[in-house]
């Protein structure tokens, strides 16, 4: 008979015959146990988006759009036509897009996925928006990582706040994060412990007073060539990337709409970029980088105050 029900001692469960402890490290089970979406660039080959396509809650930009943090009211029907266009353009370029798919109404800025989340070379850390407004959108953002096999491997907490569209890959092990409204010192401090654990550093810098996020300032475009912002982009951004053999380009970026969307671009691969339709001077600056430019229509998206940067949450690039 046996008697095992009685006396537990050297059984599996106990540690005893059968216990079969875990050997791999954390990175080792990306693709295994965990999924094996993760960065470790901003311009290798794109692989898989994390987007969410508006509906009726845009109609909260109809009175007061301010109060949302949007620019305009928005026709809630003619920006989910366009948000429908850029996915197609992720689809036609081969890119495998998931949607957030929250199971009740969201708020109106859910569709800024880029804020809510930056993916690491092991897994996510989840952001925490800094507005009132925006505050509970990485909830729906941490169902949808969890669904898809994704590890979060940072919650932020206390009075940190974070948004991902604040930090970007320079190299494989070194992040570049910008202090400013929407990322705090606080967030900071527990991003740069948490990256550290994985072997990688932070350098941040100060955005200028007016800017929302870094990824407004700079933008990669291959591993050697970047775009930055005349007179806006941080100094000891230019010069880290300069230290790695990154030329930046500046293009005769103005204050003016078209220009402002312009380098909201998403790199798809090396000089393949998907920017929005409409900035003509840009785009052409661009090409003559022999940068292959792929468009979409987002005039009314970008009366949100965001456009195809904001939109698409990266989920995996090919890895080094």
């Not at 095992?4 to 106990?14: E, K, L, P, V």
């Not at 909830?139 to 590890?151: T, Y």
């Not at 105050?305 to 090919?318: D, F, I, K, M, W």
């Amino acid at each position: 008979m046996d008697d095992r029900r009685d006396n537990s001692f050297g059984t599996a469960a106990y540690g005893g015959d059968g216990w079969s402890p875990r050997q791999s490290d954390h990175r080792e089970e990306l693709g295994t146990v965990w999924s094996a979406s993760a960065i470790d660039s901003e311009w290798r080959p794109l692989r898989e988006v994390i987007v969410h396509t508006p509906d009726d809650e845009l109609a909260a930009s109809a009175t007061n759009p301010n109060d949302v943090q949007m620019l305009a009211p928005l026709d809630a029907a003619r920006a989910a036509e366009e948000h429908r266009a850029m996915i197609a353009a992720y689809e036609a370029a081969g890119v495998v897009v998931h949607q957030v798919a929250p199971s009740s109404e969201p708020s109106p800025n859910l569709m800024f996925c880029a804020d809510l989340f930056v993916m690491t070379p092991a897994g996510a850390i989840l952001a925490r928006p800094a507005s009132t407004v925006r505050a509970g959108e990485e909830r729906w953002i941490a169902r949808r990582l969890a669904d898809l096999g994704v590890p979060i491997i940072r919650t932020l907490n206390g009075h940190a706040t974070f948004e991902g569209a604040d930090l970007m890959w320079l190299d494989e092990s070194t992040a570049l994060i910008g202090r400013g409204p929407r990322t705090n010192q606080s967030g900071i401090d527990q991003i740069t412990t948490t990256l550290d654990e994985i072997g990688s550093s932070v350098i941040s810098v100060d955005l200028p007073y007016g800017a929302m996020h870094l990824m407004g300032l700079l933008r990669f475009l291959d591993r050697d060539l970047a775009i930055g912002w005349p007179r806006r982009t941080p100094y000891a951004a230019i010069e880290a990337l300069r230290r790695r053999g990154v030329r930046v380009e500046f293009p005769a970026l103005g204050d003016r709409a078209d220009h402002y969307r312009a380098i909201n671009f998403v790199t798809v691969g090396p000089r393949q970029i998907l920017m929005p339709a409409g900035a003509d001077d840009i785009q052409s600056f661009y090409e003559g980088l022999g940068v292959e430019c792929f468009t979409t229509p987002t005039e009314e998206l970008s009366k949100a105050a965001g456009n195809t940067g904001c939109l698409t949450g990266v989920l995996s690039r090919q890895l080094v």
